[in-house]
């Protein structure tokens, strides 16, 4: 029976993923909860869980490179992170989107899931430990 490393192991590399997307998450919301009062300034939107659940659809599909200098699809965002600007909507009169309400609840729950993500990840490496020892 061959011996795993952790480094490739896929539950692994997705926790690692989900706490990288939690943590640009926060800057995202902080940057957000920041310009409050900016005119004119659209609020920004991590993506990460959309784009992992597209992932699996596409996965096996391969772009065309014409050059060598062009990137191959499988070294492009490999890490699902992607974020938006949502430029549809305006809360107020000066252009600004940004609902402080509704940053605090994101804040919340974003930091939620990081927990969540520690925690698997305290549990998967503990659980390694203990088939060390």
Do not use: C, W
Request: no cysteine.
């Amino acid at each position: 029976m061959a011996i795993q490393s952790i480094s490739s192991d896929a539950t692994y590399d997705l926790i690692k993923q989900g706490i990288k997307a939690s943590n640009v998450r926060a800057k995202t919301i902080a940057n957000n909860m920041a310009n409050v009062n900016t005119k004119d300034y659209k609020r920004f939107n991590v993506v990460f869980e959309e784009n992992l659940k597209n992932q699996g659809n596409f996965s096996n599909l391969e772009l065309k490179r014409t050059n060598p200098a062009h990137f191959s699809s499988s070294n492009s965002n490999s890490d699902n992170i992607s974020i938006e600007q949502d430029k549809s909507t305006s809360m107020r009169n000066d252009g600004n989107n940004v609902d402080l309400d509704i940053e605090k609840v994101n804040q919340a729950a974003n930091t939620l899931k990081y927990n969540a993500l520690i925690t698997d990840i305290n549990n998967k490496f503990n659980n390694l430990k203990t088939v060390i020892k």
